[in-house]
């Protein structure tokens, strides 16, 4: 029997493996096991000490398990910049449209392709995919009636930069032209109070939120897993 058989056999209840180890043991050695036994071994164990164990012990293993799972994505999550970038629009009614000449589809399109941006969904995804994720980083705010706050978020520190001017680029472009082509000759201004930053450091999510998240959803299951089980007991 290979040691990993005999340790996953350990896993099983004190008072199962008391009455039945000895002979388990030989069932074991006699099947030669493989790989899917070894995984037949865990999920057996796994749900015996469930079973076995009381709904306290249960919900604190998954709130236990839920968090350290949320904390392991935050270890596994890409790094995230941010660039931002502050307009003020005259006349205060025309700062309302901005939030769609910064979602130009077409523009977003132009900018995914001359950017490269996102080259691994390139690669995998549909053209109109890759431009609805990037427009899921885009977020657009309207202060205080004329100002327009645009914000990008990207994993690269200097393309985020890049892609935020050139979001802003097209749609003074875009305004520009509408103005020009339906004879408006009001004065309004755009004026951009800043410019797009230019990120030092990533953005930070707080561990605790992830943790949180994690321990929530894994306290979630962990309770529906014991109505789950008494379930199973009471139509028995």
């Not at 388990?24 to 099947?31: D, Q």
């Not at 309302?96 to 130009?104: F, S, V």
């Not at 914000?151 to 103005?179: G, M």
């Amino acid at each position: 029997m290979t040691r990993l058989t005999r340790f996953l056999i350990r896993l099983y209840p004190a008072s199962w493996r008391a009455r039945y180890e000895a002979e388990f043991s030989e069932l074991i050695e006699e099947l030669k096991p493989t790989w899917r036994t070894s995984l037949d071994l865990l999920k057996g164990a796994l749900t015996m000490q469930l079973e076995t164990s009381s709904s306290r012990k249960i919900l604190a293993a998954g709130a236990l398990l839920g968090t350290l799972a949320g904390v392991a994505v935050w270890l596994a999550a890409p790094n995230t910049y941010r660039s931002t970038c502050m307009l003020e629009i005259e006349p205060p009614e025309a700062a309302a449209q901005w939030e769609l000449l910064i979602h130009n589809r077409h523009s977003l399109t132009e900018i995914v392709q001359n950017q490269n941006l996102y080259p691994a969904k390139q690669n995998k995804l549909p053209l109109e995919e890759v431009v609805a994720a990037m427009d899921k980083n885009i977020h657009v705010q309207t202060h205080a009636g004329n100002k327009v706050a645009v914000q990008f978020d990207y994993p690269d520190p200097v393309l985020v930069h890049t892609v935020t001017d050139d979001l802003i680029s097209h749609a003074i472009d875009h305004e520009l032209q509408r103005r020009l082509d339906s004879g408006d000759t009001s004065h309004g201004s755009i004026r951009i109070l800043d410019t797009p930053t230019r990120p030092k450091a990533p953005v930070s999510y707080h561990v605790a939120t992830f943790a949180l998240i994690g321990l929530l959803c894994g306290t979630i299951l962990a309770g529906l897993f014991i109505a789950l089980m008494r379930r199973r007991a009471s139509l028995a």
